[in-house]
């Protein structure tokens, strides 16, 4: 008998910024690479898995701010956030030490250059390029938006916050050419869009969370109304239909209009 896959925790970041068309809001998303075995091809938001250089950071909270109240696993997923924001975007949400501000445009190009080649590879760590730069972690800039585990029978599963953020300002973002080939920001609308004519392969959480993101006509109403949500988890349960289609359920509670939806072609 197959040992069930070991639930790996997680963490996205849904970063915003508002919209050259007024009453839109952009999101920024990266196309994974082909070869990747996790969600290859797909257009996402930026994000991974925890791994123990988050920990490590988490015990020093002099590296954060906006972890009050917060327990270590807690502080993981958002420290986590942050990390693979950088890594996969370039886009730091941070501050110097000492100040309310986020760090500069400027600040943010000269540690990527210097850094975030190094940390995709392995070759130094998230917690010495922030103590090194003097910085502290904005974990107060994330809002908890959504909280989906992987079905269970899937080869691999995964615990995942979702998070809101909005994106520090002239920081645009960039693809890092190896875990995802390209990058655009883009409003929930156009990306659905692309996921409806075939322009964009779109994993159904994803699709989900861009329908409800969608609503929001701009930046402070998006996060404001994500401050006053309840993160109800989902654990989408897949059944087969009459017909031989699939379907997927998801708790009504979690806000996703609906608690069935068609999965896939029949057949």
């Not at 990747?36 to 791994?51: C, H, M, Q």
């Not at 691999?156 to 916050?161: E, L, P, S, Y």
Request: glycine share 10%.
């Amino acid at each position: 008998m197959t040992e069930p896959a070991a639930i790996r925790p997680a963490s996205t970041v849904l970063l915003l910024r508002d919209g050259a068309s007024a009453g839109e809001i952009e999101v920024f998303m990266m196309v994974r690479h082909h070869q990747i075995e996790f969600n290859s091809g797909a257009l996402v938001f930026p994000g991974g898995s925890v791994d123990r250089t988050d920990q490590e950071i988490a015990a020093r909270p002099e590296l954060y701010s906006g972890g009050a109240g917060l327990g270590e696993e807690a502080l993981g997923f958002r420290i986590a956030a942050i990390r693979e924001t950088f890594e996969e975007s370039g886009i730091l949400l941070a501050r110097p030490q000492g100040s309310n501000a986020l760090i500069s445009a400027t600040q943010a190009r000269e540690i990527e250059a210097v850094s975030r080649a190094a940390l995709c590879e392995g070759n130094t760590h998230f917690l010495d390029i922030v103590a090194g730069n003097g910085l502290v972690l904005a974990l107060d800039a994330l809002v908890p938006y959504a909280h989906w585990i992987t079905p269970e029978g899937m080869p691999k599963r995964f615990d995942t916050w979702f998070f809101l953020a909005a994106a520090p300002p002239d920081q645009l973002g960039a693809h890092d050419g190896k875990e995802s080939t390209d990058s655009i920001w883009v409003s929930p609308r156009e990306a659905l869009a692309g996921g409806d004519d075939g322009r964009f392969k779109l994993p159904f959480p994803t699709t989900r969370n861009l329908i409800r993101l969608g609503k929001q006509p701009d930046v402070v109403t998006a996060l404001a109304v994500a401050q006053q949500m309840e993160v109800v988890t989902v654990m989408p349960v897949m059944t087969k239909t009459a017909d031989g289609g699939r379907q997927l359920r998801i708790p009504r509670e979690a806000g996703y209009d609906g608690e069935v939806f068609a999965f896939g072609p029949a057949g």
